[in-house]
Nanobody, 122 residues
Framework: QVQLVESGGGLVQAGGSLRLSCAAS????????MGWYRQAPGKQRELVAV???????NYADFVKGRFTISRDNAKNTVYLQMSSLKPEDTAVYYC????????????????WGQGTQVTVSS
């Protein structure tokens, strides 16, 4: 089994910064893509940013220039540095690990973290 544990959420004023972390643990051989999604009340979950094992990144337009995703492959950990935060960034942020290869089952799997709340006050 694989677990994703997020940390770093909280309350911040508009214009402030937060750094989210997500550590994956379990019977992991490798993780292809790690990323962050968010879900605001009454809205669908949406992609924020993803990063491949090789370091290629993809960002949603609404965070380009403000958020930076990075990862430490040796630690199976992904980070999201969020700057210039806006009230509309308020949401539960979910960590995702995609195309995960484990040593207990064939195939590739997708896992989600439990979510961490980010609240930006105006």
């Amino acid at each position: 089994q694989v677990q994703l544990v997020e940390s770093g959420g909280g309350l911040v004023q508009a214009g402030g910064s937060l750094r989210l972390s997500c550590a994956a643990s379990g019977n992991i051989i490798r993780i292809n893509t790690m990323g962050w999604y968010r879900q605001a009340p009454g809205k669908q979950r949406e992609l924020v940013a993803v990063i491949s094992s090789g370091g290629s990144t993809n960002y949603a337009d609404f965070v380009k220039g403000r958020f930076t995703i990075s990862r430490d492959n040796a630690k199976n950990t992904v980070y999201l540095q969020m700057s210039s935060l806006k009230p509309e960034d308020t949401a539960v942020y979910y960590c995702n690990a995609d195309e995960v290869v484990v040593n207990t089952l064939p195939g590739k799997y997708r896992y989600w973290g439990q979510g961490t709340q980010v609240t930006v006050s105006s």
